[in-house]
């Protein structure tokens, strides 16, 4: 009997796999429209949907750092309708959720990789009128002018810019306050207004700004300087190993999807990343197509978790 029950799951399965997908698929987004999730989300979907025959739905779910996204994809059924896109915010912000005993979610246990779709770096920014050409000029200046406090926003708590920036205020000893917003639009917009002082995102988001002279770039989290804005510096240049980061996009899905499902999502998602109109779309925007295997997209999640984990933990995250 046993077996019969395995044979029936088994072909059960293959046959879902075979006709997958027979409706709409969904992906949700962490952050509002605009942000370089949500277009490479809308770039990469497009795509798939051609390949597939049927609608791909980007649905934009912010909030709390990107988590509630999270959370809707870790509830729902595991069949490959529903899916998440995410960035390097969701390792860290998805460890200071656990840390806090705020998470809605196992971010070790409820996802599996789909694709990476881009390697993006994350920049800081700064409104023009703040002194100095670069970061460590900035953390000169508010270690000189110690009345002078500096607001810096990020994607919400618990997010890559509120984590970097705390790393940052320690590393330099300089007290900056944390202003969350719902995503990288509304911060840009406050940045560029100047109503906060600092500010980041992945490049794709803010390099036209930057190059229009709207804000400026003080570091990217890179390992090495980026072709786009080759004289600005990385954060490991100027004296800050801690922030260094790789920045990516990319896609999961509920844990227990099937195999055959997942590896389906996996080469159509992969392949409309590689798809000359769509990498030449990324490439405008600063974004490295990568398409990758789900273990890729799994790996890096759970390394940067690791890298962070320690750093969160010690600064307390509670927001």
Not at 27 to 41: K, M, N, Q, S
Request: include cysteine; hydrophobic fraction near 45%; charged fraction near 20%.
């Amino acid at each position: 009997m046993r077996k019969l029950v395995f044979l029936l799951i088994f072909l059960c399965g293959g046959a879902a796999a075979q006709s997958f997908p027979s409706k709409p698929i969904r992906v949700l987004v962490p952050f509002p429209a605009g942000g370089t999730t949500d277009i490479v989300a809308r770039l990469v979907g497009q795509r798939v949907s051609e390949q597939v025959g049927q609608p791909v739905v980007v649905e934009n779910r912010a909030g709390a750092g990107g988590t509630i996204a999270a959370a809707e994809v870790a509830r729902a059924a595991p069949d490959g309708y529903t899916l998440l896109i995410h960035n390097i915010t969701f390792p860290i912000a998805s460890v200071a959720a656990a840390l806090a005993n705020r998470a809605t979610y196992n971010a070790d246990a409820d996802f599996a990789g789909v694709s990476i779709a881009v390697y993006v770096p994350f920049v800081w920014t700064a409104h023009p009128s703040v002194p100095g050409s670069n970061l460590k000029d900035v953390v000169t200046h508010l270690q000189k002018n110690r009345n002078e406090r500096y607001t810096y926003g990020s994607t919400g708590p618990g997010s890559t810019m509120h984590v970097l920036g705390e790393a940052l205020s320690r590393a330099a000893g300089v007290e900056m306050t944390h202003v969350p917003f719902k995503g990288a639009a509304p911060l840009k917009q406050e940045l560029m207004a100047g109503r906060i002082n600092l500010g980041g995102d992945q490049l794709s988001s803010s390099l036209a700004d930057i190059k229009a002279g709207k804000i400026k770039a003080l570091a990217t989290s890179a390992s090495r300087r980026i072709p786009e804005l080759p004289e600005v510096p990385t954060v490991r240049e100027l004296g800050f190993p801690v922030l260094e980061a790789e920045g990516w996009n990319g896609f999961f899905a509920p844990a227990k999807t099937p195999r055959e499902v997942l590896d389906r999502l996996n080469r159509e998602f992969a392949a409309a990343v590689k798809h000359p109109e769509v990498a030449r779309r990324m490439r405008e925007m600063a974004a490295e197509p990568i398409g990758s295997s789900g273990a890729e997209q799994e790996a890096i999640f759970k390394r940067q978790m690791d890298q962070f984990r320690p750093i969160i933990k010690e600064m307390r995250i509670e927001g």
